[in-house]
């Protein structure tokens, strides 16, 4: 992805980690568009197409008016089941529109797809949040990517807009765990996305957390 100028899709760009990876993407000088579908709209930005909108009929509008190719596409959509009230409204966020994404970012051109799992995802998990997680993997994989990055980051800690309980009182427990256990800041795993969308690679890689955590230093 080192030619220019360059086009991306962002989805999820209201969230922990798509705010940082947003400021970061628009921050890259060879970065000519950033395309980022959102619910309420972001700060306006010379290099940013921010679609305000329920997703799904976003996207297909945006593939309609494509023009020109994306090199790459971020997903850093997800929720929890409390937040999304139900298994099944969980099961849409974390399933449904992460596949709907690839597939608009396949059809617009993109070789990279950048993809936030989580740590435990596998779909054969008896916890359906983990099987949940797994299955989306499973889906992106038979799309047929020519690059395909899961992110599986452990804890994400960083500043929400609206506290989890759960992981207000996990955090800093999270801090000192080993390893990929760990918690991540945001902003880490927002850079250790961008390092990896720059690799030029075939077929999928897994990256576990302490892996994030090394790529996404200063």
């Known amino acids: 992805m080192h030619h220019t100028p360059i086009r991306v899709l962002l989805a999820?760009?209201?969230?922990?980690?798509?705010?940082?990876l947003l400021d970061r993407l628009l921050a890259v000088p060879a970065?000519?568009?950033?395309?980022?579908?959102?619910r309420r709209p972001l700060a306006k930005h010379n290099k940013l197409l921010n679609p305000v909108g329920e997703l799904l009929p976003l996207l297909d509008d945006i593939q309609?008016?494509?023009?020109r190719e994306l090199e790459a596409a971020f997903c850093c959509l997800g929720t929890t089941i409390k937040q999304a009230g139900s298994q099944d409204a969980f099961r849409q966020v974390d399933y449904d529109l992460p596949l709907a994404v690839g597939a608009a970012a396949k059809a617009m051109g993109a070789r990279h797809?950048?993809?936030?799992?989580?740590?435990?995802?596998?779909?054969?998990?008896k916890v359906f949040y983990n099987?949940?997680?797994?299955?989306?993997?499973?889906?992106l994989q038979a799309q047929g990517w020519e690059?395909?990055?899961?992110?599986?980051?452990?804890?994400?800690?960083g500043e929400r807009r609206e506290?989890?309980?759960?992981?207000?009182?996990?955090a800093p427990l999270m801090r000192w765990l080993?390893?990929?256990?760990?918690?991540?800041?945001?902003?880490?795993?927002?850079?250790?996305?961008?390092?990896?969308?720059?690799?030029?690679?075939?077929?999928?890689?897994?990256?576990?957390?302490?892996?994030?955590?090394?790529?996404g230093r200063d």
């Open 178 to 215: 080993p390893g990929k256990w760990r918690g991540i800041e945001a902003s880490v795993l927002a850079r250790a996305l961008w390092r990896l969308a720059l690799e030029e690679g075939q077929g999928v890689r897994f990256v576990e957390s302490d892996e994030l955590r090394r790529l």
């Open 147 to 157: 690059q395909l990055t899961i992110v599986r980051p452990s804890l994400l800690l």
């Open 113 to 125: 797809f950048l993809v936030i799992s989580a740590l435990g995802a596998n779909s054969r998990s």
């Open 31 to 38: 970065m000519q568009q950033v395309i980022a579908p959102t």
């Open 163 to 170: 506290q989890r309980l759960g992981e207000t009182l996990a």
């Open 64 to 67: 309609s008016h494509n023009d």
């Open 131 to 139: 099987r949940v997680k797994g299955e989306m993997e499973d889906a």
């Open 12 to 20: 999820g760009a209201t969230g922990l980690t798509g705010e940082h």
